[in-house]
């Protein structure tokens, strides 16, 4: 069973850094285009970062500059550094991929979540 495992979530004063981690695990090809998703209370799950296997990355405007994607494909895991947090950056964050079990198929995946808190 493929599976995504976040980690590095917790409570951080405005202004302060915090880095998520996000690996796989289970048995497959290879992974493909990785993402970051994040859920505040009583909205919608928004992307955040995204990263190809290429290493390509695009961000959602709202953390350019703050937020750094990062991943290692050898070690099949993804970062989020994620610096100047605002409150608004306060939620659930979700790992995301998409995943190659054989040559023809590919499978979606998401992690469990991850909570951010930011708050004084």
């Known amino acids: 069973q493929v599976q995504l495992v976040e980690s590095g979530g917790g409570l951080v004063q405005p202004g302060g850094s915090l880095r998520l981690s996000c690996a796989a695990s289970g048995s497959f090809f290879s992974i493909n285009d990785m993402g970051w998703y994040r859920q505040a209370p009583g909205k919608e799950r928004d992307l955040v970062a995204s990263i190809t296997a290429g290493g390509n990355t695009s961000y959602a405007d709202s953390v350019k500059g703050r937020f750094t994607i990062s991943r290692d494909n050898i070690k099949n895991t993804m970062s989020l550094q994620m610096n100047s947090l605002k409150s608004e950056d306060t939620a659930v964050y979700y790992c995301?991929?998409?995943?190659?079990?054989?040559?023809?198929?590919?499978?979606?995946?998401w992690g469990r979540g991850t909570l951010v808190t930011v708050s004084s």
């Open positions: 995301h991929a998409y995943i190659r079990t054989s040559i023809l198929t590919r499978i979606e995946r």
